[in-house]
C-alpha cells in the first residue's frame, strides 16, 4: 500500500511528497565539513521543501548533477550546501525543474 497516494501529483506541481505535513531532519553533512572540500562550495536558498523525503529529493537532485561532489540540505534553514566545479545558476535550474524553487546565496 502507497502511504502517499497522491505524491506523484504534488510533486508534478511542486508541492511535498507528504501534501504539507512538516517535519524536522537534519542534514548528514554539516556546512562546515563540506567547506573543507578543495572545489568551490554554493549555497543555495530553497523552498518548497517541507520534510524528509523532500530534502533527499533535494539532495539527490543535486549530487545528480556532472561536477557535483557533495550535496547537503539543512531542512530548518532551507539551505542547501553543494561542493563541486558546477555552475550555481545551474543547480537552480535543475531544482526549478523538479519542483524545489531556489536562489543562490553565496
Not at 545528480?64 to 563541486?84: I, Y
Amino acid at each position: 500500500m502507497n502511504a502517499h497516494p497522491i505524491a506523484n501529483a504534488n510533486q508534478q506541481k511542486g508541492g511535498c511528497c507528504c501534501s504539507g505535513r512538516s517535519s524536522i531532519s537534519t542534514a548528514e553533512t554539516d556546512a562546515r565539513s563540506v567547506r573543507e572540500s578543495s572545489h568551490p562550495l554554493h549555497q543555495l536558498q530553497v523552498q518548497g521543501a517541507t520534510c524528509g523525503g523532500c530534502v533527499k529529493s533535494i539532495e539527490q537532485t543535486l549530487k545528480s548533477v556532472f561536477g557535483v561532489s557533495e550535496a547537503s540540505m539543512d531542512l530548518a534553514t532551507g539551505v542547501a550546501s553543494v561542493v563541486g566545479a558546477v555552475d550555481a545558476d545551474h543547480l537552480v535550474e535543475v531544482l526549478q525543474v523538479v519542483g524545489f524553487p531556489a536562489a543562490v546565496i553565496r
